[in-house]
Antibody, heavy 120, light 107 residues
């Protein structure tokens, strides 16, 4: 059974840091682009970042450039998001999502999400 | 960035109704468009990609059409399990972007 399980969310003060993890199983993780997508409470979806299979290409939404870093460990079947200089507007559920193979960057499998709350 | 205007933001409908949701792009994206369904407290699920290709396992009452700047998601005969929020997403260029969402509620 395919699974994506996010962890690492929690309450952090503005300006603080947090590292999210996503553990993949049930598919060949190293064969897929992977993404982080977030959703602020009661709001819509926002793509945050993605990373190529070998980690050689990474893309970010402008609002997180220079603050967030996406990475992966194919040996551990894991995806990460290092988040620094966090702001109140970063408060959201963060989802790990897989890009559809050969189908472009649409997301055919998602984790259940982890909640990040930035507040003093 | 490519801006997406999704309409309407809210649809009130009954079981058996035909529902149509629109997504308009600020620039042409060929057919690089996907549609998702999201239920409260759950992750989104892919319904359609490449504007009109049904994802495996998705019921045939869902269909997508369009290319360039104007796209449509149609639910031909609304079922109780279809009451949810629907999002379009373009993957023509970075940053990847989503429409604002359409909530389909029970009339």
């Amino acid at each position: 059974e395919m699974q994506l399980v996010e962890s690492g969310g929690g309450l952090v003060q503005p300006g603080g840091s947090l590292r999210l993890s996503c553990a993949a199983s049930g598919f060949t993780f190293s064969s897929y682009w992977m993404n982080w997508v977030r959703q602020a409470p009661g709001k819509g979806l926002e793509w945050v970042a993605n990373i190529k299979q070998d980690g050689g290409e990474k893309y970010y939404v402008d609002s997180v450039k220079g603050r967030f870093t996406i990475s992966r460990d194919n040996a551990q079947n894991s995806l990460y998001l290092q988040m620094n200089s966090l702001r109140a507007e970063d408060t959201a559920v963060f989802y790990c999502a897989r890009s559809k193979k050969g189908g472009g960057h649409n997301f055919d499998f998602w984790g259940r999400g982890t909640l990040v709350t930035v507040s003093s | 960035a490519i801006w997406m205007t999704q309409s309407p933001s809210l649809v009130s409908a009954s079981t058996g109704d035909r529902v149509t949701i629109s997504c308009r792009m600020s620039q042409g994206i060929s057919s690089y468009l996907a549609w998702y369904q999201q239920k409260p407290g759950k992750a989104p699920e892919l319904l359609i990609y490449a504007a009109s290709t049904l994802q495996s396992g998705v019921p045939s009452r869902f269909s997508g059409s369009g290319s360039g700047t104007d796209f449509t998601l149609t639910i031909s005969c609304l079922q109780s399990e279809d009451f949810a929020t629907y999002y379009c997403q373009q993957y023509y260029s970075f940053p990847l972007t989503f429409g604002g969402g359409t909530k389909v509620e029970i009339k």
